[in-house]
């Protein structure tokens, strides 16, 4: 026999109206009932002046050659980056972060293609300032687009180096501000960077270059793309676990912040984003200082491979990823959508 269950209460769905008030004081909902309402209680918001745009340098008569592991975004020529940069600067963009694909030929042990003022990053900086005043460049210190084995340091058997890394770092930063960058970003976490990095740009009349911590950069898996864009994918010796962060550790990115500020950084920032959102509010609810993220390429490709299949709204994804990041505390992101988010912005999203 089949056993009937009779409910107390039986409320169609169409006759929802005629439940018996709850009584409730507090209807969290009532504040979300319109769009002017919602746009009125908002606390947090994305701005295009909340940008930092990376872009990816080659040596190249093609303008453009494109990442397989990240759909949308190209290798550009000196000539395309400064046209990008022109346009992200119409966009309102405030500022770019290019990275070198440096000719396999010119990587060696110790990087030194990276101390040559004339090499690709220094060229396209030089280049940019002149046709594009008005945006920020922000350079990446660090040796991995340059040595033959990947790391961000020099190797001495299987040990990465720490004070004989910073000072090639030393000389890598001052090659480029003599660029012309504005912003120095060490992202190679060897231990007192930047204070070699600050007293050496005081030293040498650039007190007005800025230095953007790297902070807290985690090991992390979610730089797989970045690395194909680089072309160090293939060349790397191992991991970088010897100096990047432990991905369980959180009160070590409080002292790794804590030092970089004391050693002279003007900004911090925590690296990837997403997944590190704790971090980013920790840091920031500490320091009370400039504090960013990186939107890193694995989180980009993750966004877009789920986009192209259909499986996510792109542009939906896009402006609640970066959104998550200002309501976490960051006052700016370094993403790869920059320029498809300022557009959007642009339009009214
Ligand atoms: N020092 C290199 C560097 N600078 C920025 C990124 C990653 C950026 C990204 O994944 O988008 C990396 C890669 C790494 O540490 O291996
Ligand atoms: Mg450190």
């Not at 056993?3 to 769905?13: D, E, H, I, K, N």
């Amino acid at each position: 026999m089949e056993s009937r269950v009779v409910r107390p209460f039986p409320t169609p769905l169409s006759r929802q109206d005629e439940a018996p008030s709850l009584g409730l004081t507090r209807r969290m909902r009532r504040n979300r009932k319109a769009d002017w309402s919602r746009r009125l209680v908002r606390e947090s918001a994305l701005t295009t002046d909340d940008l930092i745009w990376p872009i990816f340098l080659m040596d190249s008569s093609e303008a453009r050659s494109p990442v397989e592991w990240m759909p949308g975004v190209d290798r550009l020529n000196i000539d395309e980056a400064v046209r990008q940069a022109a346009e992200a600067a119409a966009l309102g963009i405030p500022a770019i972060a290019p990275f070198p694909f440096v000719d396999k030929a010119l990587r060696d042990p110790t990087g030194s293609e990276a101390l040559n003022t004339g090499n690709l990053m220094c060229r396209a900086v030089r280049a940019i300032k002149r046709e594009v005043p008005g945006i920020g460049i922000i350079c990446d210190a660090a040796l991995d687009p340059y040595t033959s084995h990947g790391h961000d340091g020099v190797m001495e058997g299987e040990r990465v180096l720490n004070d004989a890394s910073v000072q090639i770092l030393v000389g890598q930063a001052l090659a480029l501000a003599d660029a012309g960058a504005d912003v120095i970003a060490p992202s190679d976490m060897m231990d007192g960077r930047i204070g070699a990095i600050r007293a050496a740009l005081d030293g040498d009349g650039h007190e007005d270059v800025q230095i953007m911590a790297y902070a807290a950069k985690y090991a992390s898996a979610f730089y797989g793309p970045f690395r194909d864009a680089i072309g160090t994918n293939a060349t790397l010796v191992g991991d970088k676990r010897t100096y990047q962060m432990d991905p369980a550790n959180s009160d070590e990115a409080i002292a790794e912040v804590m030092l970089d500020l004391e050693e002279g950084a003007d900004m911090v920032m925590i690296k990837p984003g997403l997944p590190y959102l704790d971090v980013v509010a920790r840091v920031k609810d500490h320091f009370r200082v400039p504090t960013f993220a990186y939107q890193v390429s694995g989180e980009y490709a993750m966004i877009m491979a789920a986009a192209n299949n259909g499986w996510l709204d792109g542009d939906k994804a896009m402006l609640e990823s970066l959104l998550a990041f200002k309501r976490a505390g960051a006052d700016g992101v370094l993403t790869y959508f920059a320029p498809r988010v300022a557009k959007k912005l642009k339009a009214g999203a």
